[in-house]
């Protein structure tokens, strides 16, 4: 199996009533998503993103070809319990309150109890929610509801993620920690299926992505090769004196002509949280949702949240129905309880995702490092307490390397 | 497989009572039922009291508990395919079946609860009112004589009039009154040997003035030796009498050794009754013969009576005795109740899978009422298509008996005239309502459910 994803000709058309072919939602459609890959679907609205993905999850059957996903049909329920699936809309029972959500999800992989609850309890920390784990979801916000939603698309460690428009409803701190959720799943081997509309998200994690328009694949690519403008050349300095600017510009018209010099923007994302983190270190009063962190420093705090992390990308539960119940709880409960066989299993995961992640490196796009930065000072601010040296990742250095420079 | 059925049957009992749709019928029946316990009278004797209680009181359990079961069961899926949580549900490892399954053994535990929980609610107060009624010991003998038991039937053998048919048959040919195609038209001789046959089983049960009439009952063996028979018959009459009462002179015992000197028990009962209204006489087991046989004898006075009466032939008259006792018939009477249950679970669940909420629901109750009129339905169905033959028989007539007979099997009727549902009655209505016709609509909701496209939209 090379690919994750592979459809052959892949087309749906939509008919009306009578049975007459009305609209072509995807026509021929040759998608490959390869393993440990994070692959962008973009297109605007009706552009066939959605059924795209609900032929590949069985929801809609195919007029034509074939949607094979993790090898085989996506109805299959051995191929569908490695995958976790975030709808365009969270389509949450609103009668079962957060903790319930998981737990029925995760009952519906055959999780055993113990299992479930370590990982229930897991994601909901995760996704900042434990707060509200007992409020029936029916009276959650949008973004709260986009949360549990990304919540029981987790539950079973899935080997592919496909989120659809996971960001809708998010305010920019969420949008951010789902994008820096799916950065850091990727790194820890999973392949992701990102179908969005909203092209920065998508230019931010993505490795490859697909533009679709009119059912029909226009464009596809690595991100760094699609949008790299390879005729020119980019530099940012610091602050330089304009002596230093007239040597420079001199260089540079002695290779070309095309000289411009200006201050570079701050993101309007990365400005906007760090506006939000610094009302909410004066504890500026909102009436809206207050702590939307959770993921941001779940990812950050290596002791605890990298440790959670563990426990939800390490219980083998895609195989928990062959397994004895027992012996998987026992595991489990051993897994809890001793960290450092957690630590050995995610060795073994990441000796495997280096290679991943220096490839990932090569078409991350630089917003992504500026971020980072903005997503630390925050956590300083928020957390009270900046010393993070401990617990400090080797990306992290690195881009305190790049801050220094 | 069985941890995803599990799962999806609690997630629907969750739905059932969080969405509050439980909730408004427990309150109803809660409200309703003690209020009828203490409400209704009856005819004014504690066992009519008693018979209105279990009558209105179970009829109305099991009215709400079908109509909930519609509700839910339909709701359940239609709600989760309108509101797309359906997804989320089938992108997990969980075979449409297994979903299917869940959502029926969902609706079908919820049904078990309520139905055991307010069956015993009603059993309480059925046995709770004679100890909070003032009434004669003679009120409450009778009670327990004929409310709370549980009897069985015997009828008498049915008369063979055909050779008296013919004769009249013949003389009517003879005298003219009877058209001598009869003999050679098959449709008419049918229709004129049809009547003749009602009329002869008329006379057959008919007493005039000064005459008797003798019913024979063989193998009458109560299930307790010692336990009292009960004559159970309803008088009709040629000519009303001014009271609407005929006088009754019964005799029982074993008639075959009658003669100038009788040395065998023999029960003898007179009364005077109304006409057209259900009588019982209570008789010692005693007067039953060794070999079971037991005749019960009818006289007309005409000192008392001056009018023909009659025992027709649906009222009838029959041996009643005790066969079980009034919990285990009632517990019984609940199980055929949830017969029904599971039948409209299967149906609402059926009707989902392929019709949005309002319609699913106006399909059900149809077949509902339907069904509780099902002997009517079948007996129009029959007579209107007397010349369809052949097409009618395979087409329509299949179709029509896969309706639930719920009238045929009505658990009320049971209890109110403490008439014996045995086990073996109900594993019948059982094979039939569920194992045949709940799984026939529940297999053909799986293959539709199964080639259903979920997500698919009409342009």
Same mark, same amino acid.
């Given at each position: 199996m090379k690919y994750a994803i592979e459809t052959l000709s892949l087309t749906k058309v939509f008919s009306d009533w009578w049975g007459r072919n009305k609209v072509y939602a995807v026509e021929e459609l040759d998608l490959k998503v390869e393993y440990n890959q994070v692959y962008g679907l973009l297109g605007p609205n009706g552009s066939g993103k959605t059924t795209t993905i609900k032929m590949l999850l069985g929801l809609l059957h195919p007029t034509n070809g074939r949607a094979l996903v993790l090898g085989g049909d996506g109805r299959d329920t051995n191929i569908s319990a490695k995958i976790g699936f975030l709808p365009e809309e969270s389509y949450l029972y609103k009668y079962l309150n957060a903790r319930e959500t998981l737990d029925f999800y995760g009952r519906l992989f055959g999780l055993p109890a113990k299992v479930r609850k370590t990982r229930t309890e897991a994601l909901l920390d995760m996704v900042g929610l434990t707060a509200v784990a007992n409020r029936p979801v029916g009276t959650f916000s949008k973004g709260m509801a986009r949360r549990i939603g990304l919540a029981q698309a987790l539950i079973n460690d899935p080997e592919l993620l496909i989120l659809d428009e996971p960001t809708t409803g998010l305010d920019p701190i969420g949008t951010r920690q789902i994008k820096d959720l799916i950065v850091q799943l990727a790194k820890r081997g999973k392949t992701i299926l990102l179908c969005s509309h909203l092209l920065a998200d998508v230019e931010d994690v993505c490795d490859m992505i697909a533009i679709l328009y009119g059912g029909k694949i226009q464009e596809q690519g690595k991100v760094r090769q699609l949008l790299e403008l390879s005729e020119k050349r980019q530099i940012t300095t610091g602050h330089l004196s304009d002596k230093a600017l007239g040597d420079i510009e001199q260089i540079i018209r002695h290779e070309c002509s095309e000289f411009e010099v200006d201050s570079p923007m701050e993101k309007l994302e990365n400005y906007f949280i760090k506006t939000v983190a610094r009302a909410q270190q004066e504890k500026a009063k909102t009436s809206g949702a207050v702590s939307t962190t959770q993921i941001s420093s779940f990812l950050k705090n290596r002791s605890g949240s990298e440790e959670l992390l563990d426990k939800l990308v390490s219980a083998d539960v895609s195989v928990s129905e062959k397994q004895d119940i027992g012996a998987n709880e026992q595991a489990e409960e051993e897994k809890t309880q001793q960290p450092q066989t957690d630590e050995s299993m995610l060795d073994k995961l990441t000796s495997s995702d280096q290679e991943f992640t220096v490839e990932t490196k090569q078409v991350e796009p630089e917003p992504i490092r500026q971020i980072d930065e903005v997503n630390e000072d925050i956590l300083d601010q928020l957390m009270g307490s900046g010393d993070t040296s401990e617990i400090e990742t080797e990306d992290e250095r690195n881009r305190g390397d790049f801050n220094d420079a | 497989m069985m941890h995803s059925i599990r799962a999806v049957a609690v997630n629907t009992i969750r739905q059932a009572v969080r969405m509050k749709i439980v909730a408004v019928f427990v309150l109803l029946l809660l409200v309703l039922l003690p209020v009828m316990g203490s409400a209704m009278g009856g005819d004014g004797t504690l066992k009519g009291r008693l018979q209105t209680f279990v009558s209105y009181g179970l009829s109305l359990t099991g009215f709400l508990l079908c109509l909930l079961t519609i509700a839910v069961s339909i709701y359940s899926l239609t709600s989760d395919l309108g509101d797309r949580q359906i997804y989320m549900v089938l992108t997990k490892p969980v075979k449409r079946y297994q979903l299917m399954i869940g959502k029926l053994a969902g609706v079908i535990i919820l049904d078990a609860i309520l139905l055991f929980f307010f069956s015993a609610f009603i059993y309480s107060i059925t046995l709770a009112i004679p100890k909070f009624t003032k009434t004669s010991p003679e009120q409450i003998d009778r009670v327990n004589d004929e409310f709370f038991t549980a009897r069985a039937s015997l009828r008498p053998a049915e008369v063979d009039v055909s050779a008296e048919v013919q004769q009249q048959f013949q003389k009517g040919l003879k005298d003219g009154s009877i058209p001598q195609r009869a003999k050679t038209d098959r449709d008419l001789y049918g229709r004129v040997i049809a009547t003749l046959t009602k009329e002869a089983k008329k006379d057959s049960r008919s007493v005039i003035p000064a005459r008797e009439l003798l019913w024979e009952f063989n193998n %009458? /063996? @109560?299930?307790? @030796? #010692?336990d009292d028979l009960y004559l159970r018959f309803q008088y009709d009459v040629s000519k009303s009498p001014h009271d609407l009462k005929v006088t009754g002179k019964w005799i029982a015992g +074993? %008639?075959? /050794?009658? #003669? +100038? /000197?009788i040395d065998v028990p023999i029960f003898t009962y007179e009364s005077r009754d109304l006409i057209r209204t259900y009588q019982e006489i209570k008789i010692p087991s005693d007067v039953i013969a060794d070999d079971g046989y037991l005749g019960v004898v009818f006289y007309n006075d005409p000192q008392l009576n001056d009018t023909v009466v009659m025992f027709t032939e649906e009222e009838g008259l029959e041996i009643l005795y005790k066969a079980d006792s009034f919990s285990w018939n009632f517990a019984r009477a609940a199980l055929l109740i949830f017969c029904r249950l599971i039948f409209l679970a299967a149906l609402g669940v059926f009707s989902a899978t392929f019709l949005s909420f309002p319609v699913a629901i106006l399909l059900c109750i149809v077949v509902f009422f339907t069904g509780v009129i099902s002997g009517f339905i079948f007996d129009s169905f029959d007579s209107l298509s007397e010349n369809m033959g052949t097409l009618y028989f395979y087409t329509v007539r299949p179709l029509i008996k896969l309706l639930p007979q719920l009238d045929k099997a009505n658990p009320t009727g049971y209890l109110v005239e403490a008439r014996l549902l045995s086990w073996a009655a109900l594993g019948r209505i059982a094979f039939f309502m569920v194992a045949l016709k709940s799984m026939i609509l529940f297999l053909v909701s799986i293959i539709i459910f199964s080639y259903k496209e979920i997500a698919k939209v009409i342009i």
């Open positions: - | %009458v /063996k @109560p299930a307790n @030796p #010692g +074993d %008639v075959r /050794k009658f #003669g +100038d /000197k």
